[in-house]
Nanobody
Framework: QVYLVESGGGLVQPGGSLRLSCTASGLNFKIYTMNWYRQTSDKERELVAA???????NYLDSVKGRFTISRNNARNTLYLQMDRLMPEDTAVYYC?????????WGRGTQVTVAS
């Protein structure tokens, strides 16, 4: 079974930073594209950032230049460094991987940006 566990969320002021982590188990982590999604109560879940096995990255336009996705294959861990946070970044952030022909999700971690 694949397990994804996120951590690192919290309350931060506008302009601040947070670093999310996602620890994966039950899969050969290094061969999979890993993703960060986010969701608010009034919007559909959206893809924030992705990183391929070779390290290529892709970002939602609104977070480009502010967020950085990275991975540590030795630790089976995915990261999302979020800088210059804005109130509109407030959401539950989910780690995701598509493996064995299905999607796996973590439980999510809440990020709240407010003064």
């Amino acid at each position: 079974q694949v397990y994804l566990v996120e951590s690192g969320g919290g309350l931060v002021q506008p302009g601040g930073s947070l670093r999310l982590s996602c620890t994966a188990s039950g899969l050969n982590f290094k061969i999979y594209t890993m993703n960060w999604y986010r969701q608010t109560s009034d919007k559909e879940r959206e893809l924030v950032a992705a990183i391929t096995a070779s390290g290529d990255t892709n970002y939602l336009d609104s977070v480009k230049g502010r967020f950085t996705i990275s991975r540590n294959n030795a630790r089976n861990t995915l990261y999302l460094q979020m800088d210059r946070l804005m109130p509109e970044d407030t959401a539950v952030y989910y780690c995701n991987v598509r493996a064995y022909a299905r999607d796996f999700w973590g439980r999510g971690t809440q990020v709240t940006v407010a003064s």
